[in-house]
T-cell receptor
Framework: GAGVSQTPSNKVTEKGKYVELRCDPI?????LYWYRQSLGQGPEFLIY????????DSGLPNDRFFAVRPEGSVSTLKIQRTERGDSAVYLC???????????FGAGTRLSVL | SQELEQSPQSLIVQEGKNLTINCTSS?????LYWYKQKYGEGLIFLMM?????EEKSHEKITAKLDEKKQQSSLHITASQPSHAGIYLC????????????FGKGTKLTVNP
């Protein structure tokens, strides 16, 4: 596709449930990033992939959050035992290589009831 | 850790007016990115500045990075309703980390 694609665009879940958020980067981009944006705040870094490996996962808030990128393209952010505080917009970005300009998707708005 | 402070937090202008948004960093900037965000949409890349004193323009938007590389400004000339949105500055990768650190954003409203 022409840009970064994120699905679903909206996700409503109940406290304690498991969710998966998907990101399809720009074709040919080797670097992929996940950010989380709360209302009225700027995006906060979660994790960065270079190829298939997580090069920096220092932003993951706790072990309920996990992300994979098994084939170096599509990535999935997984959240276990969701809490109301996890409600936010989850943004994915990709760049040609690490350190290049990051291009963002439209985000997934997660609401935990 | 690096922090970015944006001012003002929000701005309402009449169409046709000029405006400036500022972004101040707690540390030296090694790359400064400006993005625009509309509700329900992702961040749209506007410009990247890396060198002290650098200035870039795209259509009616000009961004500058000061000589000491700790402050950037975004200037819009003759604003239009299409300029409305949230403007975010982001500090570029440094120290081996590729992550961007963002300010909280400036919400711009342009009244016709």
């Amino acid at each position: 596709g022409a840009g970064v694609s994120q699905t679903p665009s909206n996700k409503v879940t109940e406290k304690g449930k498991y969710v998966e958020l998907r990101c399809d980067p720009i074709s040919g981009h080797t670097a992929l990033y996940w950010y989380r944006q709360s209302l009225g705040q700027g995006p906060e870094f979660l994790i960065y992939f270079q190829g298939t490996g997580a090069a920096d996962d220092s932003g993951l808030p706790n072990d309920r959050f996990f992300a994979v990128r098994p084939e170096g393209s599509v990535s999935t952010l997984k959240i276990q035992r969701t809490e109301r505080g996890d409600s936010a917009v989850y943004l994915c970005a990709s760049s040609l290589m690490g350190g290049d300009i990051q291009y963002f998707g439209a985000g997934t708005r997660l609401s935990v009831l | 850790s690096q922090e970015l402070e944006q001012s003002p937090q929000s701005l309402i202008v009449q169409e046709g007016k000029n405006l400036t948004i500022n972004c101040t960093s707690s540390k030296t900037l090694y790359g400064l990115y400006w993005y625009k965000q509309k509700y329900g949409e992702g961040l749209i890349f506007l410009m990247m500045l890396q060198k002290g004193g650098e200035e870039k323009s795209h259509e009616k938007i000009t961004a500058k990075l000061d000589e000491k590389k700790q402050q950037s400004s975004l200037h819009i000339t003759a604003s239009q309703p299409s300029h409305a949105g949230i403007y975010l500055c982001g500090a570029g990768p440094q120290g081996g980390s590729e992550k961007l650190v963002f300010g909280k954003g400036t919400k711009l409203t342009v009244n016709p």
